[in-house]
């Protein structure tokens, strides 16, 4: 069967990675050990999905054996009960096999780096913003992914006019990539009196966290600033000299941070923006490649393309990427955002299972 020659290949793969990691001189190259290592971890469900099939092959056969050979009614009926019970459990685990056989973005295991700005609508807009950004605090605070606000702008009758952060947790990327595009809001703004409706947007841009082996800084093409931090603060705000700025000179790209007291966290925190900034450039391509194939990438392709409305008066949430509509506006806003995650990755699987075909 071609598909168990494909399973026996990959464990044969992942046996042969670990038998490389073993050796003490994997260590002398770390950027090719970083590699095995997240080789060795995406190989491994694969594997685990294998020992199972090929465990649940062997038991049919068995049972078919039995059918087969056996005279006595009792064992002729408990074969023919188990048969009728693995058959059904082979054909969900030849899909879930099938699934996992899709190459994968190599980008979807990584931390991400988002980044939310208000659109049009004035204020509505940067309270809309802020309303997002509290979704997916809270969606994360139930991944137990940890967010870190690097760079923010308050909006002047609250919300952001925009807020950077970096999402912290295991295939964060990969979860959270869906949610680029233009999110649009209807409802009646806090700062209306008329009470009338009112349409405002936010934009969302999630990308891969870059790490030192995707982009190579030199010393030389960054200048640094320091400055004294402002905003809520207590008494060290305008006396330390803890806000970072950095300016990558070759490209013009400015990032600053001042969430931290601490100099050297606020440093480390734009460098990791600055990476992403950077290797947004080269990633870009790729989004856009994938944009042209997928209709649940059509928003990271083209950040100008409304992906989702929030409908107020209605409790109405549309993703229309997917033409999916669900009336718990309040509980996803209040970051019960799974649903819309787990249906826009079923979709990108049978996009993707049709490209494999």
Not at 60 to 88: G, T, V
Not at 128 to 155: I, P, T
Request: hydrophobic content about 35%; proline content about 3%.
């Amino acid at each position: 069967m071609e598909i168990l020659e494909k399973l026996e290949a990959i464990k044969n793969r992942w046996e042969e990675i670990a038998e490389q990691m073993s050796d003490p001189s994997a260590m002398a190259d770390m950027k090719h050990f970083v590699k095995l290592n997240k080789d060795y971890k995406e190989l491994e469900p694969v594997v685990n999905a294998y020992k199972t099939y090929k465990n649940l092959l062997a038991n049919i056969e068995n049972a078919k054996e039995i059918l087969a050979s056996e005279h006595d009614p009792e064992f002729r009926e408990m074969a023919k009960e188990e048969l009728e019970e693995l058959q059904p459990k082979l054909k969900e685990m030849e899909e879930q096999i099938r699934l996992l056989l899709i190459p994968k973005d190599p980008q979807d295991s990584k931390n991400a780096v988002m980044e939310i700005r208000a659109g049009t609508g004035g204020d509505e807009a940067s309270i809309f913003a802020g309303d997002l950004f509290r979704m997916y605090q809270k969606y994360c605070e139930s991944k137990g992914w940890k967010m870190d606000v690097v760079e923010l702008n308050e909006g002047t009758a609250g919300g952001f006019k925009a807020i950077v952060c970096n999402v912290m947790g295991d295939g964060a990327y990969g979860t959270l990539k869906f949610e680029s595009g233009v999110h649009r809001v209807q409802r009646v703004p806090k700062t209306e009196t008329q009470g009338r409706i009112h349409t405002s947007a936010a934009s969302v841009v999630v990308l891969p966290e870059a790490d030192e082996f995707d982009v190579e800084l030199h010393d030389k093409d960054i200048r640094k600033d320091t400055y004294c931090s402002s905003g809520p603060g207590g008494q060290s705000v305008n006396t330390t000299y803890s806000a970072i700025r950095l300016t990558h000179i070759p490209s013009g790209i400015v990032v600053t941070c001042q969430d931290e007291k601490s100099q050297i966290k606020n440093l480390a925190k734009a460098m990791k923006v600055l990476r992403t900034r950077l290797y947004e450039k080269e990633y870009n391509k790729y989004l856009d490649e994938m944009s042209s194939k997928r209709k649940t990438m059509v928003s990271t392709g083209d950040r100008s393309a409304k992906i989702r409305t929030y409908n107020w008066p209605q409790g109405r949430v549309t993703d229309h990427r997917i033409g999916l509509t669900l009336y718990n506006l309040q509980p996803i806003i209040d970051g019960d955002i799974q649903e819309l995650i787990d249906k826009l990755q079923m979709a990108e699987n049978a996009e993707r299972l049709k490209e494999e075909l």
